[in-house]
């Protein structure tokens, strides 16, 4: 049970940024060449509500409630309803300006730092009301931390990148311990511990943005927020952050962004694909798990999407 998300009376606005083995079964995405007629069953292209995703209640991390984001007067997310399941990965993907990042940073509060941004509907987390009066924007942020799409490690040393966060919630035990387990967990200790007095800049994009991971989940967060973390690394960088992710779902549950559809094929276990509409709002289309999305998809926007017919 998570505890309710209490007024603080602090106001500095501190978010937990960057907030195996085993290898996920190959997916292969749909390259078909024809028409699908209607024995296939794809649902013509349709911006109505989707079809929801259902989970036992005590599975459930956010609810959203007909979700829709401004920035002024411009909806940039319309009516969005959906689930997102503990304990795993759950990609959003879609066409650029359909809203994925507005959407994301809604999870957590990030949108507020935006004077003309708003949203109507709920997100729930846990069952409550993240944007209900009396719920702290901060805590919001210490237990839902983001990684965002460019590393941006702090220009500070690799430790005190780690021990930021904890230092200004207040920690008290031993810091040299959450350090080290910290960047154990980011999977980056065996590269960096003789060198934790070195800047963290210094590192490599791939090394700088498991850095950031590990700076995220130093304040022990619930959930990890990924805004395409992987856009600026290198094919073998990108394979060590699906990995890691594939590892950290066992602890935290985690949502990504992503542009990658193999990324998104190899990494998560449940796909959200959004599109938009002729008023730029984006909107839900699909979410299923991701083997099922990529290779039955039940609506035609879906899968035009995933086989490159447009996007």
Same mark, same amino acid.
Request: aromatic share 6%; hydrophobic share 40%.
């Given at each position: ?61 956010? #609810? =959203?409630?007909?979700? $829709? ?12 309803? /959906? &689930?997102? !399941? ?90 040299? #311990? =959450?350090?080290?387990? $910290? ?12 060198? /934790? &007095?070195? !800047? ?112």
């Amino acid at each position: 049970m998570v505890d309710p998300l209490t007024v603080r009376t602090r106001t500095d606005d501190v978010a937990a940024t960057g907030a195996t083995e085993h290898e996920s079964p190959t997916i292969r995405v749909m390259t078909t060449g024809h028409e699908l007629d209607e024995s296939e069953q794809i649902a013509p292209g349709a911006s109505g509500p989707a079809p929801q995703m259902d989970f036992a209640a005590d599975q459930v991390v956010f #609810e =959203l409630d007909q979700l $829709s984001c401004f920035y002024g007067s411009f909806r940039a997310v319309r009516d969005i309803s /959906l &689930k997102v !399941p503990k304990n795993q990965i759950t990609a959003l993907i879609g066409p650029s300006g359909c809203g994925k990042s507005t959407l994301l940073r809604s999870f957590n509060r990030m949108n507020d730092l935006i004077d003309s941004a708003r949203i109507e509907g709920r997100i729930l987390y846990h069952g409550v009301d993240l944007y209900e009066n009396g719920v702290d924007a901060v805590e919001v942020r210490r237990r839902i931390g983001m990684v965002f799409q460019k590393p941006n490690p702090f220009p500070k040393s690799i430790y005190d990148n780690v021990a930021f966060g904890p230092r200004v919630a207040g920690f008290r035990g031993n810091m040299d #311990e =959450l350090v080290e387990q $910290s960047l154990r967990r980011a999977a980056i200790w065996d590269e960096v511990k003789d060198k /934790l &007095k070195t !800047p963290g800049t210094a590192l490599s994009g791939g090394q700088q943005q498991r850095l950031c991971i590990a700076r995220a989940i130093a304040v022990e967060p619930d959930v990890i927020l990924m805004d395409e973390p992987c856009s600026a690394l290198d094919p073998i960088a990108t394979l060590k952050i699906e990995e890691l992710m594939r590892e950290l779902k066992e602890n935290y549950t985690i949502v990504i962004v992503t542009h990658n559809m193999q990324q998104a094929a190899r990494a998560s276990d449940v796909t959200a694909f959004l599109t938009m509409g002729e008023d730029r709002a984006g909107y839900l289309v699909e979410m299923a798990p991701t083997q099922e999305l990529f290779t039955r998809p039940i609506n035609r926007l879906t899968e035009d999407y995933i086989t490159g017919r447009f996007g």
